[in-house]
């Protein structure tokens, strides 16, 4: 390990100091920007939250009315909307600035299917959507009018991100293709090729595209998932692709385990010029990475967590969410409980402070 990733691994090592169980399971977890709260999206169509302006975090009453899955969900830059999208295609609007939840506006239709992935612009003022139906779509965050829709996508789109300095969109799907949009006009503005991230195995499509990230600048586009080994039970190695934004150029390409850890669920790209992000396995098996693009090793990396699908960072207090899934968990029934009832997954939340904050605190 260098200097330079030794004094990133002491700054930045995560301590965990609580852990919050989901039950159901949740998909994602997103701070609040106050770091007072966080929010969940739920398998059971609840947005679920926590306080923790407490030294013990305390559940709230979740938010409700909901249909399906709740994998899309984010927090205005200002903190006074939270958004929502499910597997019904459901996108939903809170309003978060007073002691109780309102709901602002909801869409029932706003895509035909699995509404996957959803952000923010920097002034809060637009949302991107992207699900199923193979559409991307920008509405305005007042009223959840739409404004844009972006269509060109042969397969299901996994992500969308705005990027934070210009008007652009970029969207990726399961075949490995991430698609540069003009935020003003819908226009394709070129394609950036991931195909690497997926693999026709056996007539079962395997891998693309699960997440996006560009760094704070948009100098960076980070392209994740996994290089695909086999279908059936996937076996591949999870992967980020990093692009420069301005050429389109691919300047690294970074392996973060075994075949068996499968996919990249989640990055962050960290003003320190390093990548933290969640990787997804089989059997059971999870990692939580931090690495520099340049460097061989990550200079932090933990496989103590199952199956982690979400990472979030709230830098000010520098607090660290991972959504992971309950040790021992089992999808096809044959683990009976004492009393003969088969036991459903939960998330475990697990909650962790960065050593750089606690350093600056003390």
């Given amino acids: 390990m260098t200097d330079a990733s030794t004094d990133l691994a002491t700054r930045f090592e995560p301590k965990e100091y609580a852990i919050l169980t989901a039950d159901p399971q949740v998909f994602a977890a997103r701070f609040h920007p106050s770091g007072k709260l966080l929010a969940a999206g739920g398998f059971d169509g609840r947005v679920r939250l926590w306080d923790l302006s407490t030294e013990e975090p305390k559940e709230l009453p979740a938010l409700t009315g909901h249909n399906g899955w709740i994998q899309a969900i984010a927090f205005s830059p200002d903190g006074q909307r939270l958004y929502a999208g499910d597997s019904w295609g459901k996108l939903s609007a809170w309003d978060m600035s007073g002691g109780e939840p309102q709901l602002v506006w909801s869409l029932d239709g706003a895509h035909d299917g699995w509404l996957r992935d959803l952000d923010v612009n920097a002034d809060g003022s637009r949302l991107v959507t992207c699900g199923r139906d193979r559409v991307v779509r920008i509405w305005t965050t007042v009223d959840g009018a739409p404004l844009l829709e972006f269509r060109g996508h042969d397969t299901d789109v996994y992500s969308a991100r705005f990027h934070p ?166 999808g096809n029934g044959r683990q009976l409980g004492k009393d003969g009832e088969y036991a459903g997954n939960n998330s475990p939340i697990h909650l962790f402070r960065i050593a750089a904050a606690l350093m600056e605190r003390s």
């Fill in 165 to 330: 300095q210009q008007p652009f969109v970029v969207s990726g799907d399961d075949r490995g293709l991430v698609k540069q949009w003009s935020a003003t006009d819908a226009r394709v503005v070129r394609e950036f090729d991931a195909s690497v991230l997926y693999l026709e195995h056996r007539l079962q499509d395997v891998g693309g595209v699960r997440t996006l990230a560009f760094d704070r600048m948009g100098g960076q586009l980070a392209v994740g998932g996994t290089i695909p080994k086999n279908g059936a039970t996937v076996q591949g190695t999870p992967s980020i692709l990093m692009f420069d934004f301005e050429t389109g150029e691919l300047t690294h390409t970074l392996n973060l385990g075994d075949a068996n850890h499968c996919f990249v669920h989640e990055i962050i790209l960290h003003e320190e010029g390093f990548v933290m992000a969640v990787t997804s396995g089989t059997p059971g098996q999870g990692q939580v990475v931090f690495r520099r693009p340049g460097d061989e090793q990550p200079f932090f990396t933990t496989s103590k967590l199952s199956n982690c699908h979400s990472i979030h960072l709230h830098e000010p207090s520098g607090r660290l969410a991972v959504v992971a899934t309950n040790r021992g968990s089992n």
